[in-house]
T-cell receptor, first 113, second 111 residues
């Protein structure tokens, strides 16, 4: 089925380790996003890419980097994981920046110990 | 600062007991207001987009309405399968802005 695919679904990291969360969409959407969701905090925007070749910081970008590899793929990298980055990470896409309904992936549950 | 506040945080209903969820917002010009449904362990699923005050959208037992300061998600005769967290999000008029989400209302419907 068409949609947004995130890998991995679960991950446990030790403090200081690095990892990349992968996201791919097959709907030919221009814009892609990375959010984190924490209990009591709601969805908070980490980074977004309005179109291929562009990326911008969101509300909580510290400790993260992103790459818009091509129109389909948008990855999120944690260079040196910290316990505060324990969260559920969602990737989403839309035809245009903020426009219409986002399509979300199923999430990556990350625990940093 | 653009802000979205949802109330109540949690709502318990009996099957068939209609109610409403509230989303109040403060943005520098509203381009659109969005409602999503999120089931446990899954990503949010898009429900509705509203663009201007007075607009209404319906889907099965759900109806979303919009005023200049808030939106309501009305749930008529809910069923247990309507149990989920409902998220509200807004896009401000300023060009280049992504959606800002509220913290959500968790709805539980018991039979």
């Amino acid at each position: 089925n068409a949609g947004v695919t995130q890998t991995p679904k679960f991950q446990v990291l030790k403090t200081g380790q690095s990892m990349t969360l992968q996201c791919a969409q097959d709907m030919n959407h221009n814009s892609m996003y990375w959010y984190r969701q924490d209990p009591g905090m709601g969805l908070r925007l980490i980074y977004y890419s309005a179109s291929e070749g562009t990326t911008d910081k969101g509300e909580v970008p510290n400790g993260y980097n992103v790459s818009r590899l091509n129109k389909r793929e948008f990855s999120l990298r944690l260079e040196s994981a910290a316990p505060s980055q324990t969260s559920v990470y969602f990737c989403a896409s839309s035809e245009a920046l903020g426009g219409g309904g986002y399509t979300f992936g199923s999430g990556t549950r990350l625990t940093v110990v | 600062e653009d802000q979205v506040t949802q109330s109540p945080e949690a709502l318990r209903l009996q099957e068939g007991e209609s109610s409403s969820l509230n989303c109040s917002y403060t943005v520098s010009g509203l381009r659109g207001l969005f409602w999503y449904r999120q089931d446990p362990g899954k990503g949010p699923e898009f429900l509705f987009t509203l663009y201007s005050a007075g607009e209404e959208k319906e889907k099965e037992r759900l109806k979303a309405t919009l005023t200049k300061k808030e939106s309501f998600l009305h749930i008529t005769a809910p069923k247990p399968e309507d149990s989920a967290t409902y998220l509200c999000a807004v896009q401000a008029e300023q060009a280049g802005t992504a959606l800002i989400f509220g913290k959500g209302t968790t709805l539980s419907v018991s039979s």
